[in-house]
């Protein structure tokens, strides 16, 4: 059974940087497109990043773009998000996903993953 985990969350101050870990159990993630998500209470789960199973595509939402970057390690078998300049506004659960289907692009919709992690929280606040 493959799973995700995710690590890295906790409280920062605005401005901080961060970076999350997404890793696999159970299936290797190297031939998987993966994409973060975030949600907050009441909102819907929003599109972050996302990166092609070759990692040569990314894509960025608009409000994270030229902050965060995603990024992933082979021979680690993880995926990273680094988060830079932090606003209080990514204050949200970030979850990991892997998509089990073909294809060779940097999926943004959630319904273009296959299986998602628990999540790990990030709080931005002074």
């Known amino acids: 059974q493959v799973q995700l985990a995710e690590s890295g969350g906790g409280p920062v101050q605005p401005g901080d940087s961060v970076r999350l870990s997404c890793a696999a159990s159970?299936?290797?993630?190297?031939?998987?497109?993966v994409g973060w998500f975030r949600q907050t209470p009441g909102k819907e789960r929003e599109f972050v990043a996302a990166?092609?199973?070759?990692?040569?595509?990314?894509e960025y939402s608009g409000s994270v773009l030229g902050r965060f970057t995603i990024s992933r390690d082979n021979a680690r078998n993880a995926v990273f998000l680094q988060m830079n300049s932090l606003k209080s506004e990514d204050t949200a659960l970030y979850y990991c996903?892997?998509?089990?289907?073909?294809?060779?692009?940097?999926?943004?919709?959630?319904?273009?993953?296959?299986?998602w992690g628990q999540g790990t929280q990030v709080t931005v606040s002074s």
């Open positions: 159970g299936r290797s993630l190297n031939s998987q497109a």
């Open positions: 990166i092609s199973r070759s990692g040569g595509k990314r």
């Open positions: 996903a892997g998509r089990l289907r073909t294809g060779f692009e940097a999926y943004t919709g959630s319904s273009d993953y296959d299986y």
